[in-house]
């Protein structure tokens, strides 16, 4: 009984899969803290710069299909 329960302890095969969870589950926590501090102006910024590369990448395959 007792070797069964030191194979138990000393058994690490599941510390992986774990500590990612700890990691993601702490990032999570972070954004969410982060987006709630911020009260919506992060999420404006984001969209803000997102259609600046979208509008950048039209303007260069305007360039690219009128060069051709």
Same mark, same amino acid.
């Given at each position: 009984?007792?070797?069964? /329960? ?8 599941? &510390? !992986? ?7 993601? $589950? %702490?990032? @999570? /926590? ?8 911020? &009260? !919506? ?7 803000? $710069? %997102?259609? @600046? ?16």
């Amino acid at each position: 009984m007792n070797e069964t /329960i030191n194979k138990f302890i000393q058994d690490e095969s599941g &510390q !992986g899969i774990t500590e990612y969870g700890a990691i993601l $589950a %702490f990032v @999570a /926590i972070l954004v969410a803290v982060v987006f709630s501090i911020t &009260q !919506g102006a992060l999420s404006a910024a984001i969209s803000k $710069a %997102f259609s @600046a590369v979208v509008s950048q990448l039209n303007a260069l395959s305007s360039a690219a299909g009128s060069a051709s």
